[in-house]
């Protein structure tokens, strides 16, 4: 502490009497690629004090930790493999008991399929856990192809910009670091199209799952994200 300027706790202590004012909430994010998961989740984390957990990092995380979790997920993920729902649901797991997320949760990127869900759940309830909403982006297929093949990323915070609707503010720089922004290697119309296929297949029954709990609610993707974000902290 001695090394953190005063300034900067006072900050992090007024956030923290700000978050214990608001409702616990723990949230599931759905949506195909490029449907704006990506932009709309980094407000959610800082409007309303959760943890934001993609599996995606967790397991990247985890393996460069060397954690029990991520030595057993290394093996599946450099044969190119899918790792196993178990090991991403213990993952999970672990993250949602660190202080960060005392206020609740953003899980992005899982679940996927409904086996994913029901594992999850059973998880959830036997910490004695709720799910309070679950959110769809939806946005029709060929705006999510020109989304995609216009996305440029922040590698190291995974924040997310589009060259047409999104742009920074220094093209090809990230507007907090003025580190440089990357396009992914799969951000393109032929893998694109794959994905949505195999995305439309697996998801239709999981929203179903979500709609029978009552939890589930959809928000119109391809809007002005100021509106995207209007719709989801209504």
């Known amino acids: 502490l001695s090394n953190i300027k005063t300034e900067t706790l006072f900050e992090e202590l007024k956030r923290r009497f700000r978050c214990s004012a608001l409702p616990k ?6 949506g195909a690629p490029g449907s704006g998961k990506g932009t709309q989740a980094p407000k959610l984390k800082e409007e309303l004090c959760l943890c934001h957990l993609s599996t995606g990092d967790l397991l990247r995380d985890e393996i460069t930790k060397g ?14 493999e899918l790792v196993p729902d178990d090991l991403i ?3 999970i797991e672990s993250a949602i008991e ?9 899980l992005d990127g899982f679940p996927r399929t409904l086996a994913q869900a029901k594992k999850l759940n059973e998880m959830l309830f036997n910490k004695k856990i709720k799910v309070d909403k679950v959110v769809e982006f939806h946005v029709e297929d060929e705006i999510l192809i020109e989304r ?16 047409k609707f999104n742009p920074p503010k220094i ?3 990230d507007d907090f670091t003025g580190e440089p922004l990357v396009q992914r290697k799969d951000d393109n119309a032929e893998v694109l199209k794959k994905r949505l296929n195999c995305y439309h297949n697996l998801t239709t029954p999981l929203i179903d799952f979500y709609k029978q709990q009552g939890v589930y609610a ?12 209007k719709d989801l902290s209504g």
């Open 25 to 30: 909430k723990n949230m599931i994010l759905l």
């Open 67 to 80: 954690t029990p979790n991520g030595s057993k997920a290394k093996p599946f993920m450099e044969r190119g």
């Open 89 to 91: 649901v213990g993952m």
């Open 98 to 106: 660190q202080p960060a997320c005392d206020r609740g949760m953003i």
């Open 148 to 163: 995609i093949e216009g996305r440029r990323i922040h590698p190291a915070s995974g924040r997310s910009y589009h060259v």
């Open 171 to 173: 093209e090809g720089k």
């Open 218 to 229: 959809r928000v119109k993707g391809n809007q002005e994200i100021g509106k995207v974000w």
